[in-house]
């Protein structure tokens, strides 16, 4: 028999001494893996005919918590189901290893869900920490339903359920295979992402992956509450970026086809949320060569209005990025945005006017509106729909921004401006749309032909608002607005006899402009009664009146102010000619 050397006896020895590292090594890794599987709620035990062979002992504190929590339960008038007594029995039922003792739990508190009327005590949750994260799929099924139904009707705090540690179960549970405790897992994400606070902690805890996947679910409840929930959650701007390196752009694009309504609109929302920072315009346009506005478009026509009106709201926020803006006018965009302005719906008119609103501020879009006939039918729009806030704000802001010596025929023609008349005294002077239309009107009086044609609508009670505005001391700009309306319109001599009836107030905010202690007040008093000094009857009432004082006080304070300046002019030159 051969004897082996000493060196390879040596090399044997190595050997077996890697083989027990590796072995050791290969034992650790194992465990590793089973340690980081074993909490998936995929691989935790589901009821088989087997598990009917084992059933836990029931221990004698559970059944003297359910025998009193039932007795409890059925004596209790409804306003005191909630108390110590139900608490202390639920936290037993609900840790109990027995499922029928956890249903009993699960149970109570879908009730309760469905019946509350105030908002659920604090410690009411904690329980929820053992049924959300049961082996019995009864159990999670009605766990999460009952919360959901809490979250929604607003019963328990949406941050504190995130603070006592809920969030870690209910995300381990988008894991689920089952489809409704998916589902029901989703709605509990999407409501709690309501809470701007939430949203971190959601995104911090690995929630936009599974959410994502979820979006993908043949259950069209489990992909409506997902993409619902990454809706609330886009709502953030650091979300935002989250969710493009998560690859949520292109799950959502894919959306927009879905043929559920509800799936397009949550996806179109969240990209409008996402499209509202230009960062990510560049990546968003990149897939599927530019596939984004071409949808957009699309759905601009859909027949679910708030389909159509958030594709409006998303291309908005797109062009503001003025490269994607020239797309969109070539994509034949004006031509729909017309059409949307003629339809009944006024939410629809709103979201229309918003994107056409931030294309007229370029001004190379101008030519291509005017030309649609756009400006027509915004004034038909205007007359229809005057006491609409909403409409009138975005309309006149639009008319205003198209407003030019070019295309004041157009804007007479389309009878906008005798559209904004009727709307001015549809609006309190608090309101917003007040000053706009007011503005609006300010500049189209500076064209000829529209000024002729807005004397000829107006009548007393018209005139007689224009004068009221010139009297809100407390909103400046509405009141110098509505006097550079007068101004303007002065310059008729038709105006001016409009005016005669009006003496008094006319007087009156005269002498207001002219004590202003803005120079630009003082400058259009001056410049109003310039044109009003043409009619011998308005120098007749200026003459009486205390504006020939205050005149003289103005020409004074002119004077010193002069003497002033040459003072100030003297000393300057002076200076320069020592320097040199």
């Known amino acids: 028999m051969a004897t082996i050397c000493d060196s390879c006896r040596q090399h044997l020895k190595d050997f077996m001494e890697m083989i027990a590292r590796a072995a050791e090594d290969l034992l650790d890794k194992i465990k590793e893996f089973f340690k980081k599987i074993q909490c998936c709620s995929c691989l935790k035990r589901k009821r088989t005919e087997s598990d009917h062979l084992y059933k836990p002992v029931l221990r004698q504190h559970e059944k003297e918590a359910a025998q009193e929590f039932l007795q409890h339960i059925e004596e209790a008038s409804e306003n005191k189901v909630i108390d110590m007594e139900s608490l202390k029995a639920l936290q037993t039922l609900a840790a109990s290893e027995n499922p029928s003792l956890q249903q009993s739990a699960a149970l109570y508190y879908l009730h309760i869900s469905e019946q509350l009327k105030s908002e659920l005590p604090e410690e009411y949750l904690e329980p929820y920490h053992n049924l959300l994260q049961s082996n019995d799929l009864d159990v999670q099924r009605k766990a999460s339903l009952s919360l959901v139904n809490l979250l929604v009707e607003g019963n328990v705090n949406k941050e504190k359920v995130v603070q006592i540690g809920l969030l870690e179960p209910i995300l381990e549970l988008l894991g689920s295979g089952d489809a409704t405790v998916q589902c029901n897992s989703c709605a509990g994400i999407a409501t709690l992402a309501t809470s701007a606070l939430n949203r971190e902690a959601i995104a911090s805890e690995g929630g936009i992956n599974p959410l994502l996947v979820l979006s993908k679910s043949y259950d069209p409840r489990v992909q409506q509450n997902a993409v619902g929930a990454i809706l609330n959650l886009s709502r953030s701007e650091k979300i935002q970026l989250f969710l493009c390196k998560e690859g949520a752009l292109p799950v959502l694009i894919l959306h927009l086809q879905s043929p559920d309504s509800e799936v397009q609109y949550y996806s179109c929302a969240a990209l409008s949320n996402i499209a509202s920072d230009p960062r990510h315009h560049q990546s968003m346009l990149q897939i599927g060569d530019g596939i984004l506005l071409k949808m957009l478009l699309s759905l601009m026509s859909s027949s679910v209005e708030k389909v159509c009106c958030q594709a409006c709201y998303c291309l908005r926020n797109l062009s503001l990025n003025e490269d994607i803006q020239a797309d969109i006018v070539t994509m034949n965009c004006l031509a729909q945005l017309h059409e949307l302005l003629k339809f009944s719906s006024e939410n629809v008119n709103e979201a229309a006017l918003t994107l056409l609103g931030t294309l007229s501020e370029n001004h190379s879009n101008m030519d291509a509106i005017v ?124 105006f001016t006899l409009l005016l005669r009836p009006h003496t008094k107030e006319v007087v009156d905010y005269i002498l207001h402009f002219l004590k202003h202690q803005e120079i630009r007040f003082q400058h259009l008093g001056l410049l109003t009664l310039r044109n009003l000094s043409k009619d011998s009857y308005f120098i007749a009432v200026f003459d009486e009146t205390e504006l020939t004082v205050q005149l003289r006080r103005v020409c004074q304070q002119t004077a010193e102010t002069q003497e002033l300046l040459q003072a100030v002019l003297s000393h300057s030159k002076e200076h320069q000619k020592h320097k040199r």
């Open 371 to 494: 030309s649609e006939n756009i400006l027509n039918t915004l004034g038909k729009l205007l007359f229809v729909h005057k006491t609409n806030p909403g409409i009138s704000f975005l309309a006149s802001t639009i008319i205003h921004k198209l407003a030019t010596s070019e295309t004041q025929q157009a804007i007479t023609d389309s009878r906008c401006a005798v559209a904004l008349l009727q709307a001015l005294g549809c609006f309190t002077v608090e309101s917003g749309s007040s000053l706009h239309v007011t503005a609006c009107m300010a500049e189209l009086t500076k064209y000829e032909t529209i000024r002729t044609q807005i004397i000829q609508e107006l009548d007393v009670n018209k005139i007689a608002h224009l004068l009221m505005l010139t009297n809100q001391y407390e909103n400046n700009d509405l009141s110098f607005q509505a006097a550079c309306i007068i101004y303007r319109l002065g310059v008729d001599e038709r």
